[in-house]
């Protein structure tokens, strides 16, 4: 130690790496002794290495991940992961537009089909009213051959006659009633039709279709077609009914000779007497078409208020 204070060696340290330092071996031997008195001491001893946890078994609850663990940080991504309430709205937003979109195109597409090029649907209404229109025009003919017939009067008809005149008295009143009522059927469908295609469609398509306000409201051909076939109807019931009065006076009067045929001047009553019998025919089919029509158009006015006052809404 004296000798390390002379020369100006630090026993606490090497004394290879101090100044003056001229090797020997008793310098080695006190920087080797003096060595492990330079290392610092600690008073606590080393903590023990944490043990591994054992692992948890299925169920139990040691397997639950603990509020504090870092087992909860997928449940974090989880949340954070889900879209925002823009993304949803968005969502909302796209939906609501393709369905828009779908209506729209079934709307363009029942136009194009009923409306614009629904041949077959046309098509089925021309052939009801052709089938219902001939109904009515062969019941009134056969009406008429019978009326008209003056052995329906004197009781002289041939036996080749007289099939003509039961097929008259039996099917032409039927064929009168199912064709004037069919006309009106057949027209209120068509009213309905073109309505609907009216109220599906465009501005711009309901301006192709009439190009006027009622075609828009539902008032278009078909529509005034049924009004015109009401208003015709009553018309024929009221001249009907007076041409079956006037027969009734007229046959009052007729007077025949002795080989059961009206004389010369009982000629024009006779006229008027067939007539009158054939308007008589008229009466019930007439009077039913005019109030089948009516009908018709409460309900198609009906049905127009109800749809305008809930797209008013």
Known sequence: MSDGAASGIDPRFDPRYQRGYAGGEGSTTDASSAAPAAMPRNSE?????????????AGSEAGRPSPGRDDTAPEAAAVVSDPPAERVDDARADAARIEVDDEEHD?????????????????????????????????????????????????????????IRELGWTLSP???????????????????????????????????????????????????ALVS??????????????????ASRANAGLVFDGNGN????????FALIALGQFAQSLIGPLALAAVAAFVALVAVETSRATLSAARAR
Do not use: C, H, K
């Open 229 to 246: 076939i009401g208003a015709i109807s009553a018309v024929g019931v009221v001249w009907a009914v007076g041409r079956a009065s006037e």
């Open 262 to 269: 009206p004389t010369g001047e009982q000629a024009d009553a």
């Open 174 to 224: 039927s064929l009168m009633m199912a064709g004037a009522t069919g006309v009106v059927v057949v027209t209120a469908l068509a009213v309905v039709v073109q309505r609907r295609g009216a109220a599906a469609a465009t501005s711009e398509a309901a301006g192709e279709m009439g190009g006027d306000e009622d075609a828009r409201s539902g008032r278009g051909t078909a529509w005034w």
């Open 45 to 57: 001893p080393p903590a023990p290495a944490p043990a591994p946890d054992p692992a948890p078994f």
């Open 107 to 163: 709307r363009a597409a029942f136009v194009a089909e009923v409306v614009s090029s629904g041949r077959s649907t046309v098509g089925w209404l021309i052939a009801g009213w052709a089938v219902t229109l001939a109904a009515f025009a062969f019941g009134a003919y056969l009406s008429w051959m019978v009326n008209s017939d003056i052995g329906y009067y004197t009781g002289q008809i041939s036996s080749s006659d007289q099939w």
